[in-house]
């Protein structure tokens, strides 16, 4: 277990960047979907931070409260049901292991693919025995409105950048063969807080393109800015926290940066978190867009998301991934 320094405690009290209220919201870009000017926000939020919380969404909150009970009933099994539905590999359930090479974190999850057939299986099945349809339809339902909602962002951001056609990083999520991931995390109130902060989950940024976050009320998530300082995220239920994963950051040959984010567990309430994270197919070439380039050189080699996922899933949860992709191998 990885135990902070007392100085982080209290990132959030620290001045960050930015004054404009308009804009920011704890120190975090805000933007209402339903504003005509939420291209260009986004595309700044993306550039400053990679980060941004989403207003006016347009999920129905009736899929979220479902979810998020469905969720809550799963981590309150016994763990030896939970545990039917493990060890992730890499879909299932997870306890304390992230990933295969020795991160640990205080948290429980459930890592799903988004195309059902993890669902569907008898592995998920035997764990829901009475009313398995249940949580099944509720990710059915919620996944399906989240990937909405992260086309539709994804659209605003080509505006925003005047780039054409308006589909082209939507229609990576949009295509049969997209290789999303879905993610339920719980993180129980950790006694073990009082002494230090305690990791929930380590910092990392997220392969994919775009990473759409929501959780219950309970704080932890913080984000790292460009000067390495960490600020933590106010958590609100009721909105999306969207993150510039690695393949965006590719894409745009580096005017967007992914974001480095971790959690810190909680000593009093539980945090859950769910998270979709929207990839393309496994054979899709991962490169900057040549609409973005106006005769700039890449700043990556060639590869596939295939690759990159190999050797994403072959790595640390704090390890610099794209570094291994750059044609400069980062100092
Ligand atoms: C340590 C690891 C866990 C992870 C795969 C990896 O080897 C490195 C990336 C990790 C991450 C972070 C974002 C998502 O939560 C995730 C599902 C992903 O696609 O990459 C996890 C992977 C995981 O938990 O298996
Ligand atoms: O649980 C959270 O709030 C964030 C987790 C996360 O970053 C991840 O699962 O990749
Ligand atoms: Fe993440």
Not at 30 to 38: A, R, V, Y
Not at 111 to 126: H, V, Y
Request: proline share 6%; net charge negative.
């Amino acid at each position: 277990m990885v135990v902070l320094s007392q100085h982080e405690h209290f990132p959030y009290l620290r001045n960050c960047i930015g004054t404009n209220n308009n804009l920011l919201y704890g120190g975090i870009p805000l933007i209402d979907l339903s504003q005509p000017d939420s291209k260009q926000l986004i595309v700044k939020a993306c550039e400053d931070f990679g980060f941004f919380k989403v207003i006016n969404h347009g999920v129905p909150m009736d899929f979220i409260r479902t979810l998020e009970s469905e969720a809550v009933k799963f981590f309150s099994l016994p763990l030896s049901e939970k545990e039917k539905a493990g060890p992730p590999n890499p879909f299932g359930y997870g306890n304390k292991k992230i990933g295969r090479h020795g991160d640990m974190g205080w948290v429980e999850y459930l890592l799903l693919t988004t195309n059902s057939e993890f669902i569907n299986s008898e592995r998920f099945k035997s764990v829901f025995g009475e009313d398995p349809q249940k949580l099944r339809f509720a990710l059915d339902d919620y996944i399906l409105a989240v990937k909405k909602m992260a086309c539709e962002i994804l659209e605003l951001m080509a505006e925003g950048l005047k780039i054409q056609p308006r589909n082209v990083l939507s229609k990576l999520l949009m295509d049969e063969q997209s290789d999303s991931v879905f993610r339920l995390n719980h993180y129980p109130p950790c006694p073990e807080v009082e002494g230090g902060n305690v990791i929930g989950f380590g910092e990392h940024t997220d392969p994919q393109i775009i990473s759409v976050l929501r959780s219950n009320n309970t704080s932890g998530l913080q984000i790292s800015l460009r000067d390495d300082s960490w600020i933590s995220v106010p958590p609100d239920q009721d909105s999306f926290f969207i993150n510039v994963g690695d393949s965006l950051q590719v894409m745009t040959n580096s005017r967007f940066q992914s974001v480095k984010h971790r959690v810190l567990a909680n000593g009093l309430q539980s945090r859950v978190s769910m998270i979709y994270f929207g990839g393309p197919p496994l054979c899709e070439k991962i490169a900057p867009l040549p609409c973005l380039m106006k005769g700039e050189e890449s700043l990556y080699k060639e590869f596939t998301w295939f690759e990159y996922k190999k050797s994403a899933f072959n790595s640390r949860l704090s390890d610099n991934r794209l570094g291994h992709f750059e044609k400069i191998a980062a100092s």
